[in-house]
């Protein structure tokens, strides 16, 4: 089975740092694609970055351009979300996601909270 186990949420001040844990098992790693998501109280669900663990290309959304940096480890099957400068505004809950053919698999999100 397709899982995905998100970690590494938590509570900072503006300005600070989080690094979000996405590890992945039931599929081959080195296929797909991975990306992270967040959703806020009362907002859609919106993606936040994607990998493409077959040629490393990265897509991030405008809002976090510059500050997040995604990358995967291909001997641990994880990806990783490394959040720097921190805003209140990136308060949500992050999920990991993939989709294989016609199927989208979630992780268990992970709580961020940015104080001001």
């Known amino acids: 089975d397709v899982q995905l186990q998100a970690s590494g949420g938590g509570t900072v001040q503006a300005g600070g740092s989080l690094r979000l844990s996405c590890a992945v098992s039931g599929l081959y790693f080195d296929d797909q694609a991975i990306g992270w998501f967040r959703q806020a109280p009362g907002k859609e669900r919106e993606e936040v970055s994607c990998?493409?663990?077959?040629?490393?290309?990265?897509l991030y959304a405008g809002s976090v351009k510059g500050r997040f940096t995604i990358y995967s480890d291909h001997v641990k099957n994880m990806v990783y979300l490394q959040m720097n400068s921190l805003k209140p505004e990136d308060t949500a809950v992050y999920y990991c996601?993939?989709?294989?053919?016609?199927?989208?698999?979630w992780g268990h999100g992970t709580q961020v909270t940015v104080s001001s």
């Open positions: 996601h993939t989709h294989i053919r016609w199927d989208d698999y």
């Open positions: 990998i493409a663990n077959s040629d490393g290309s990265k």
